[in-house]
């Protein structure tokens, strides 16, 4: 429940935790940025280090939510009274209503908290209507409340809205911090967390979404792809190796869209690959690479793949990801690509 076991995000952190320790929280906040890299937790977080139980020392910047007494316990199973959690229904609309009851709920005083939050997560769902009725109460905050509004779309917000919440931005979270979550809270092994971390563009969901070991697959599958190609000068030679990043069909699961995401998932694999083969040609260096684990593989493949094979073929793979996005066949963007490896 502590602001710790966040992963990334160190200066957002330390902003909101010196922020709450000298009750300084503007009434209104803003966190933007990607899916998935942790916006909603960071809110819940701040909302139980406003709420937990535990006193609070001023001089004491790091402290954080106890996450055992009572508050922590009922805020983390999302039944706090002063901790109103708002998300899109299954239509994908925030209504009106939902937001006028939480305002109403808003004016009045905490019931047991500190301080009342009211963390609206995908606040772009936001019919018009809804984010006007929301408006109207951050032009006259009331003082025992506050709005966390969290988006990866902060422009379909009103400008009105904008205006008014001071925007807390969120990168992706770092490689090495996906990995270690992986480790350590999902239990998978190193290899495959590092495979998904490198996949998911600083995304924790993205990452834990897919299987991982579907990530190192195509891991392997592109780092076999660009050997094959390394020293294939046949251009015959290269089209049978195209067809070993076409998935193969088989069984019940597999469909053409499936297809497309497991061949999609190798490209980005092996935009990553070529990342790294460019540090490890330009510097010979070890630090920096994201398949830290693969480099003894990287010196082999750096024979074939100099810096600049590797930047041309990273701006290749690249195009070919957008192509195979504007939905080109895969098998027209898989001979295309082996051509100019
Ligand atoms: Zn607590």
């Given at each position: 429940?502590?602001?710790t076991?966040?992963?990334?995000?160190?200066?957002?952190?330390?902003?909101l935790q010196?922020?709450?320790t000298?009750d300084r929280?503007?009434p209104?906040?803003l966190?933007?940025?990607p899916g998935?890299?942790?916006?909603r937790l960071?809110?819940?977080?701040l909302?139980?280090?406003?709420?937990?139980?535990?006193?609070?020392?001023?001089?004491?910047e790091s402290?954080?939510?106890?996450g055992?007494c009572g508050?922590c316990?009922?805020?983390?199973?999302?039944v706090h009274?002063?901790?109103?959690?708002?998300?899109?229904?299954?239509?994908?609309?925030i209504?009106?209503?939902?937001?006028?009851?939480?305002?109403?709920?808003a004016?009045?005083?905490?019931?047991?908290g500190r301080r009342?939050?009211?963390i609206i997560d995908?606040?772009?769902?936001?019919?018009d209507?809804?984010?006007?009725?929301?408006l109207?109460t951050?032009?006259?905050?009331p003082?025992?409340?506050?709005?966390?509004l969290?988006?990866?779309?902060p422009?379909q917000?009103l400008?009105?809205?904008?205006?008014?919440?001071?925007?807390?931005?969120f990168g992706?979270?770092?490689?090495?911090?996906?990995?270690?979550?992986?480790?350590?809270e999902?239990?998978?092994?190193?290899?495959a967390?590092?495979a998904a971390a490198?996949?998911?563009d600083g995304?924790?969901?993205?990452?834990?979404e897919?299987?991982?070991?579907e990530?190192l697959?195509?891991?392997?599958s592109?780092?076999?792809?660009l050997?094959a190609?390394?020293?294939?000068r046949?251009?015959?030679q290269?089209?049978?190796?195209?067809?070993?990043?076409?998935?193969?069909?088989?069984?019940?699961?597999?469909?053409?869209?499936?297809?497309r995401?497991t061949?999609r998932?190798?490209?980005?694999?092996?935009?990553?690959?070529?990342?790294?083969?460019?540090l490890?040609?330009?510097?010979?260096?070890?630090s920096?690479?994201?398949?830290?684990d693969?480099e003894?593989?990287?010196?082999a493949?750096?024979?074939g793949?100099?810096?600049?094979?590797s930047?041309?073929?990273?701006a290749?793979v690249?195009?070919a990801l957008n192509?195979?996005?504007?939905?080109?066949?895969?098998k027209?963007?898989v001979?295309?690509l082996?051509?100019?490896?």
């Open positions: 429940m502590g602001f076991s966040i992963r990334g995000h160190q200066a957002v952190r330390r902003l010196r922020a709450v000298h929280l503007p209104c906040l966190f933007t940025g998935g890299v942790g916006k960071t809110a819940v977080t909302a139980a280090r406003i709420n937990c139980e535990s006193r609070f020392d001023r001089e004491n402290a954080e939510a106890c055992a508050a316990e009922r805020i983390g199973r999302g009274p002063d901790v109103i959690l708002i998300a899109p229904e299954e239509a994908g609309a209504k009106v209503d939902t937001i006028r009851a939480a305002v109403a709920q004016g009045y005083r905490p019931f047991e009342r939050v009211v995908e606040a772009d769902r936001m019919v209507q809804a984010q006007n009725a929301l109207k951050l032009e006259e905050p003082s025992g409340s506050m709005f966390l969290v988006t990866a779309r422009h917000l400008a009105t809205i904008r205006s008014r919440c001071p925007a807390l931005r992706g979270v770092p490689v090495d911090d996906i990995v270690d979550l992986l480790v350590t999902h239990g998978i092994t190193r290899a967390a590092r490198v996949a998911s995304s924790v969901s993205v990452a834990l897919a299987e991982s070991d990530y697959e195509a891991r392997d592109a780092a076999a792809a050997q190609l390394a020293c294939a046949d251009p015959k290269r089209l049978e190796t195209a067809k070993t990043l076409v998935p193969e069909r088989r069984g019940k699961k597999s469909s053409p869209a499936a297809d995401e061949l998932r190798r490209l980005r694999a092996m935009a990553a690959l070529l990342r790294d083969l460019q490890v040609a330009a510097e010979g260096a070890s920096g690479l994201a398949h830290a693969l003894s593989d990287m010196r493949l750096a024979r793949f100099d810096a600049a094979r930047r041309q073929g990273f290749t690249d195009r192509a195979l996005s504007r939905n080109a066949s895969p027209v963007v001979d295309w082996a051509l100019r490896l």
